[in-house]
């Protein structure tokens, strides 16, 4: 019996590096569910870095997804609160869907998005079998979430040999992108293939990986959808604007009531991360001068991220699907143009012009979309420039009549299912999308393209239009996916700019974050004349 077969009928065995496996034949795929990539992180190893999972003995059972890890509840309401297979702190699996036949097949590795927070690798709607049948090899992650995956604390810097904390969940994704290198050839996967991939928070981590010296070279290509290239805490000093999180962390102990490690460890993982979000905790990753070296936006501009190609890029109506980032409204246009005159200084006007206090409710939304989703995929397009790499970027565009008719025209993760084929396996709130051809021909259009990228760095699809490089034009050449995918340039003129000026401007003073204070939320900014 040659290796990944295995006797009866729709199972399948692998015997892969860290050891024995079986899985199932789905429909002409191979298919292992819950594979353990690294030592549950209970007890002791709550907190620390993912230790290696020893080898184990026997054949090991991988029909089944893995628990997904404790998070808090979802908002109420959410389009995005997904259906998963229970929660436990034992969550470091991840699956792979392969090809019956594959050899030395490229490999697409997809993280969950969820803000850190939430979310899973056994979401419905991220089933990798559509993409596998393009002959590709896909593997979904669990990695540590909310207060688990990201507390840094001075006494859990104390206790490492690094003298750091924080960022346990990216180096869970190290971990399983070790994994993947070290035990995909057994699954017909190719080590020196690996596409990173991910969306929104999952996109954000694919930033991390890029920055993270941690992460070089277990990866060859990187897609981030709907990323944000936002300002993070330093490990033990106020950095722009932000406070050390070691000090968010003891705010939060303190919050809890706990008196120190051992107690600590000792919670409930569930009550321990549902009284973390209470209490206001956000996970974020901490600039630790190891993990993360430096800034993000510090990384990209240095040319000091992994030399790899980039797909990115950002949906028309992000914002509209996630109103709870937005700042509270202001009374009438006059007050929005006053609150943004306080706030934007001598770039108010062209604030003002791009997003007119006449339309208020749009202009808050495209303000905020184009400050967080919109300029980060601009600026990665540029940076990929500077290091010599190729990047191809995207706006989706695409609205289908039941996300239109509630105001959500192209809204954040919309075009996840396309990506993946599982227009059918949306969550329970997600607006239904219609079973008509114009839909599954958008589906394989994207679905090829992604593929196409995973396979060779260059996104194609066949009866589709050339997807031009961002560097074929000095304004940037995009992909307006809308009913059809149509190239352009530069789809929204001058507005990544303008942020781009105000991004330079708040690190220059260095004493206010560039996240969420857009708008009429932006506090006084400072005159270029006054900053270092």
């Known amino acids: 019996m040659r290796n990944g077969q295995g006797p009866g009928d729709g199972e399948v065995r692998v015997n892969a590096p860290a050891g024995a496996l079986r899985g199932a034949r789905e429909n002409g795929l191979r298919v292992f569910k819950g594979v353990p990539y690294a030592r549950p992180p209970v007890g002791e190893y709550r907190w620390r870095p993912p230790a290696p999972m020893p080898i184990w003995a026997g054949v090991r059972d991988a029909t089944r997804f893995g628990p997904a890890c404790p998070q808090p509840p979802s908002r109420p309401g959410s389009l995005y609160a997904p259906a998963l297979p229970g929660q436990n702190e034992d969550c470091l699996t991840l699956n792979i869907w392969t090809p ?41 992650l669990n990695y540590r979430l909310a207060v688990l995956g990201y507390l840094a604390h001075p006494a859990l810097s104390a206790e490492s040999p690094e003298g750091v904390s924080g960022n346990y969940g990216l180096l869970d994704q190290i971990a399983a992108l070790r994994w993947v290198r070290d035990n995909i050839s057994a699954f017909g996967g190719d080590p020196d293939s690996v596409t990173v991939a991910g969306e929104s928070a999952g996109a954000l981590s694919v930033l991390y990986l890029m920055a993270s010296p941690r992460a070089r070279g277990l990866f060859h290509r990187a897609v981030a959808q709907s990323a944000y290239l936002i300002s993070h805490p330093a490990l033990s000093r106020a950095e722009c604007g932000e406070p050390p999180a070691e000090e968010i962390g003891e705010r939060l102990v303190r919050a809890l009531g706990v008196r120190d490690l051992d107690a600590l460890r000792a919670l409930d993982a569930h009550t321990l991360t549902r009284a973390a979000a209470e209490a206001g905790y956000a996970p974020l990753g901490t600039v630790d001068g190891r993990v993360l070296p430096r800034q993000l936006l510090d ?12 797909l990115a890029g950002f949906n028309s109506g992000e914002v509209r699907s996630l109103r709870f980032l937005l700042p509270p409204a202001p009374a009438d246009a006059g007050a929005y143009e006053a609150a943004v005159r306080r706030g934007y200084g001598d770039l108010a006007a062209d604030f003002l012009r791009l997003y007119p206090a006449a339309d208020g409710e749009e202009s808050r939304l495209a303000a905020l979309r184009d400050a967080l989703y919109g300029w980060t995929a601009d600026r990665l397009g540029r940076a990929c420039g500077a290091v010599g790499q190729d990047a191809w970027l995207y706006l989706f565009d695409h609205g289908y009549p039941a996300a239109n008719e509630r105001g959500l025209h192209g ?26 051809e114009e839909e599954q021909r958008l589906s394989r259009a994207l679905g090829d393209y992604w593929a196409a990228f995973a396979r060779d760095g260059r996104p194609a699809a066949e009866g589709q239009p050339r997807w031009p490089a961002y560097a074929e034009h000095p304004r940037g050449r995009w992909l307006r996916v809308a009913a059809a995918p149509t190239p352009e340039v530069d ?33 006084p900014l400072a005159d270029p004349s006054e900053t270092p």
């Open 100 to 140: 019956e036949e594959a050899r030395r097949a490229p490999v697409l590795v997809y993280l969950h998005g969820g803000a850190l927070n939430t979310g899973g690798a056994a979401e419905p709607m991220l089933d990798g079998a559509a993409l596998a049948r393009r002959g590709l090899v896909v593997v979904t």
């Open 491 to 523: 789809p929204l003129p001058g507005h990544f700019a303008l942020h781009d000026t105000l991004v330079r401007r708040r690190r220059r003073a260095g004493d206010t974050p560039w996240n969420w204070n857009i708008g009429c939320a932006a506090p």
């Open 299 to 310: 990384v990209f501009e240095r040319g000091e991220q992994a030399p790899v190609p980039v």
């Open 411 to 436: 809204f954040h993760a919309a075009e996840i299912p396309y990506v993946f084929g599982t227009a059918a396996r949306t969550t329970p709130l997600w607006p239904p999308i219609p079973d008509r």
